[in-house]
């Protein structure tokens, strides 16, 4: 069965300092692969998607950037966060038209 | 841009009420999801839809996409706190991004 993992599940970081964020899929090959950010108790935005290994669109001009490393690898990243990347960034995986979420990371930019 | 409108944003019964859920659009989707996410963690999917007019049944809870595949329904039967939480409805594209409401934040007293 597949698997998603999202690390760290919790961060608190200063504004201004870099940003890594990392999710790893088991279990399938070539999925999909999204990061969303959430805010408290609402609906999520969708930041980028990657369809493949080095392809990454973006949803939404910010102070983020995404990258797909290998297949099943998605990382999100800022080299200067600012007070409004606090939030609840999710990522997830699709085949069709289904997506599986990971169980998050709770950011805090101080 | 695709517009998915979800209400109530807020309920909050008593344990052996019932509850419906909309989602409702001007844009067709090929498909309509219905996630359940508690507090800190992923959403988790509960259905997807894909043909005009579906109703599928999961336990207590019926999920129906209208003919149109623009709108769709969650119907909670004897609502239970374990049902508490947040609901959120995606419309699906063919190429595999998701569309979310706003959620709807379910609290059901005992």
């Known amino acids: 069965s597949q698997t998603i993992h999202q690390w760290p599940a919790t961060l608190v970081q200063p504004v201004g300092s870099p940003l890594s964020l990392e999710c790893t899929v088991e279990?399938?090959?070539?999925?999909?692969l999204y990061w969303y950010r959430q805010a408290a108790g609402r609906g999520l935005q969708l930041l980028f998607y990657s369809v493949g290994i080095g392809q990454i669109s973006s949803e939404v001009p910010q102070n983020l950037s995404a990258s797909r490393p290998q297949d099943r690898q998605f990382i999100l990243s800022s080299k200067k966060l600012l007070l409004s990347d606090s939030g609840f960034y999710l990522c997830?995986?699709?085949?069709?038209?289904?997506?599986?979420f990971g169980p998050g990371t709770r950011l805090l930019v101080l | 841009t695709q517009l998915l409108e979800q209400s109530p944003q807020f309920l909050s019964i008593q344990e052996g009420e019932n509850l419906t859920v909309y989602c409702n659009s001007s844009s067709v989707f090929s498909s309509l999801q219905w996630y359940r996410q508690e507090p800190g963690e992923g959403p988790v999917l509960l259905v997807t839809?894909?043909?005009?007019?579906e109703v599928k049944k999961l336990k207590r809870l019926t999920f129906q996409f209208g003919d149109a595949r623009k709108d769709s329904s969650l119907h909670i039967t004897a609502a239970q706190p374990g049902d508490t939480g947040l609901y959120l409805c995606?419309?699906?594209?063919?190429?595999?991004?998701?569309?979310f409401g706003q959620g709807t934040i379910l609290t059901v007293h005992p």
């Open positions: 279990g399938t090959s070539n999925p999909n």
């Open positions: 997830a995986w699709s085949e069709k038209e289904t997506q599986y």
């Open positions: 995606a419309g699906g594209t063919s190429y595999g991004k998701l569309t």
């Open positions: 839809v894909v043909t005009g007019g």
